[in-house]
């Protein structure tokens, strides 16, 4: 088997579906990652068995069949370090060989039959969710998720796909995500999967693969895991298990006072009080009163800190505390010229930010010291 291809290109390539090979594993195999030759096309094939990638590569140039396992760290290293723009590969029966215009790279190869397949997105029945509304949903709610857990529901993004609708939610019980956008189906949909949870790994390998933002990405959702079509990739991915708590519940139905902010001042202030801060002191105080926000932060052994901003409220005083953490996340994957709201109940109850109709963000506040 022999191919040659625009060595930018492979490694692009290589570097999408690497995001899934584990670095430690029981299965040494699935540190490679399978390529497929066929059709004029290559394809290339990465997992852990949790979540997996299948990346077509069209621009090739080959008159050969066939397969073989690439070690991903070595022939990642190689496709960094050569400068040259082409680069071709050839298997023969016992050896990988990588070869530009001045290197030339001899690799040991294993049996490619024994390497895990993932599935090619074959569905007639799916959703369709165009690529910058899911890029943009996936970037403002898989923050919230909790990345300590792995099996647990909180591990990754709640995804609910309704044949007009589709709502990401994620949290790590001191704060809630909620994205919703329009979406369509193709085919007879079915509701019956319950409430999927896919994992934040997957959903960081989805975002990371939608690079035309104009083009639709397709859904199909089963009941233990979920195929996404995006671009050149189809990625596989098992649901998270457990049972996503109802987010519904955690957002209030109403509140007393609704406040007007701007995203970029808001973020450079947030910014501002995080300075002064350390493991034992992460609160910093809001308080709201007479048309300015002033956030105040103290940290034994560092120092303190006072921020002012203007801004539109005349109502009684409100002094809340927030893990400015929390709130900088929220506001770093909006745009900085946005309008936000935040919606308060008092100084013990959950805070509301909201973007649009399409965006809230719960944040739970700290207890005062």
């Not at 990346?55 to 022939?75: N, W």
């Not at 029966?93 to 001045?102: G, K, P």
């Not at 050149?232 to 109802?246: C, D, H, K, M, Q």
Request: net charge negative.
């Amino acid at each position: 088997m022999k191919l040659q291809c625009s060595r930018s290109l492979l490694a692009n390539a290589i570097g999408t579906v690497a995001v899934v090979v584990p670095s430690r594993t029981p299965k040494e195999i699935l540190r490679n990652i399978k390529l497929i030759v066929a059709d004029g096309t290559a394809t290339l094939i990465g997992t852990d068995q949790e979540v997996g990638i299948r990346h077509v590569i069209p621009e090739i140039s080959t008159t050969s069949t066939g397969e073989v396992l690439l070690p991903t760290a070595r022939i990642s290293a190689i496709l960094r370090e050569v400068q040259d723009d082409t680069v071709s590969l050839e298997v023969t029966e016992d050896a990988l060989w990588v070869r530009t215009a001045h290197s030339e790279f001899r690799l040991s190869i294993e049996n490619p039959a024994e390497f895990p397949d993932v599935a090619a997105f074959n569905e007639e029945n799916y959703h369709v969710v165009p690529g910058k509304t899911l890029k943009q949903g996936i970037q403002r709610t898989l923050f919230a998720a909790d990345v300590e857990s792995t099996r647990y529901a909180l591990g990754g993004v709640l995804m609910e796909l309704r044949p007009q609708q589709m709502t990401l939610a994620a949290t790590d019980s001191r704060r809630l995500a909620v994205y919703r956008a329009p979406c369509s189906a193709q085919g007879s949909v079915s509701e019956e999967v319950g409430t999927p949870v896919i994992p934040s790994k997957a959903m960081q390998l989805i975002e990371k693969s939608i690079q035309d933002l104009e083009k639709d990405v397709h859904i199909a959702i089963h009941h233990n895991d979920v195929l996404v079509r995006s671009g050149n990739s189809t990625i596989y991915a098992r649901l998270v298990e457990g049972r996503f708590p109802r987010y519904q519940d955690v957002i209030p139905q109403s509140y007393e006072v609704e406040i007007p902010l701007v995203t970029g001042p808001m973020l450079s202030a947030v910014r501002q009080a995080m300075i002064v801060q350390s493991e034992e002191s992460k609160g910093v105080d809001f308080v709201f009163d007479n048309g300015t926000l002033t956030l105040k932060s103290s940290a034994n052994d560092i120092g303190t800190s006072r921020v002012e901003l203007p801004i539109s409220f005349d109502g009684k005083k409100i002094d809340i505390t927030f893990d400015p953490k929390f709130v900088a996340d929220f506001l770093k994957v909006l745009d900085p010229t946005s309008q936000i709201s935040l919606n308060l109940i008092d100084e013990n109850s959950a805070a509301v930010f909201k973007s649009d109709d399409t965006y809230t963000y719960v944040v739970m506040p700290l207890a005062k010291d």
